[in-house]
């Protein structure tokens, strides 16, 4: 199975941290954010997938070829058009079943398997606390998905917060790019349109760490 890692955001939040690194080369606890991610996947991934844009070089130049033996290929998102567009610019090297992960935030291994594992599309949630201003998700009485949409100002009764982690197919390919208002592509947004058509299961996670600001990292 591959992996596709979306890691070519500016990170305009981080302040002067990104100026000359690309957010997801920005070190916690001793690593980059995106060697955490690496260093969970399970020994079924044959190929990381990484899509870059700001200083997308930097991250080149650090990993090169391969990481603990699994090849890396790069992808440059030339235009920072949404998550949705990012991941269309891999479409020609997905022919099966393949994890989707942001470059910024971390994951267990865990919860990577349990995406590997899904016979189905997955989607990872975080349940926090009411209030959190997020992309929140509602299932359905099976545990599916019912609904991505972002809760801009906290005030939405359920707390399963969209992680940006996911289990997906080729079949995403088939639908339009659902466009934002700001004008991006979102990849939660394009999603939510085979709800009905597939079963999309919802998971949770108890770890999460959604790295936003230089608070996050401290």
Same mark, same amino acid.
């Not at 997801?24 to 399970?42: A, I, S, V």
């Not at 390919?173 to 466009?179: A, I, S």
């Given at each position: 199975?591959?992996?596709?890692?979306?890691? /070519?955001?500016?990170?305009?939040?981080?302040?002067?941290?990104?100026?000359?690194?690309?957010?997801?080369?920005?070190?916690?606890?001793?690593?980059? +954010?995106?060697?955490?991610?690496?260093?969970?996947?399970?020994?079924?991934?044959?190929?990381?997938?990484? @899509?870059?844009?700001?200083?997308?070089?930097?991250?080149?130049?650090?990993?090169?070829?391969?990481?603990?033996?699994?090849?890396?290929?790069?992808?440059?998102?030339?235009?920072?058009?949404?998550?949705?567009? /990012?991941?269309?610019?891999?479409?020609?090297?997905? *022919?099966?079943?393949?994890? @989707?992960?942001?470059?910024?935030?971390?994951?267990?291994?865990?919860?990577?398997?349990?995406?590997?594992?899904?016979?189905?599309? /997955?989607?990872?949630?975080?349940?926090?606390?009411?209030? @959190?201003?997020?992309?929140?998700? @509602?299932?359905?009485?099976?545990?599916?998905?019912?609904?991505?949409?972002?809760?801009?100002?906290?005030?939405?009764?359920?707390?399963? +917060?969209?992680?940006? /982690?996911?289990?997906?197919?080729?079949?995403?390919?088939?639908?339009?790019?659902? *466009?934002?208002?700001?004008?991006?592509?979102?990849?939660? *947004?394009?999603?939510?349109?085979?709800?009905?058509?597939?079963?999309?299961?919802?998971?949770?996670?108890?770890?999460?760490?959604?790295?936003?600001?230089?608070?996050?990292?401290?």
């Amino acid at each position: 199975m591959k992996i596709v890692i979306l890691a /070519a955001g500016k990170g305009t939040r981080m302040n002067t941290l990104t100026n000359d690194t690309p957010k997801p080369l920005l070190k916690y606890e001793g690593k980059n +954010l995106l060697e955490y991610k690496l260093d969970t996947l399970p020994a079924s991934i044959e190929e990381i997938i990484f @899509v870059i844009g700001y200083l997308g070089e930097k991250i080149k130049e650090y990993f090169g070829d391969s990481y603990k033996n699994i090849p890396i290929r790069y992808v440059e998102q030339k235009e920072m058009l949404g998550t949705a567009h /990012a991941l269309w610019q891999c479409k020609d090297f997905l *022919q099966n079943d393949f994890i @989707v992960l942001m470059g910024d935030d971390l994951y267990k291994k865990e919860d990577i398997q349990k995406l590997i594992e899904s016979q189905t599309w /997955a989607v990872l949630t975080y349940p926090d606390k009411p209030g @959190v201003k997020a992309g929140k998700i @509602v299932k359905d009485e099976g545990g599916n998905l019912k609904e991505i949409y972002e809760d801009f100002d906290g005030t939405s009764p359920y707390n399963l +917060l969209y992680t940006g /982690a996911c289990k997906l197919t080729p079949d995403i390919f088939t639908k339009e790019m659902t *466009q934002l208002s700001n004008g991006e592509f979102g990849l939660p *947004q394009t999603i939510t349109k085979f709800v009905g058509e597939k079963p999309i299961v919802v998971l949770e996670t108890n770890s999460w760490i959604r790295i936003t600001s230089p608070e996050d990292l401290k």
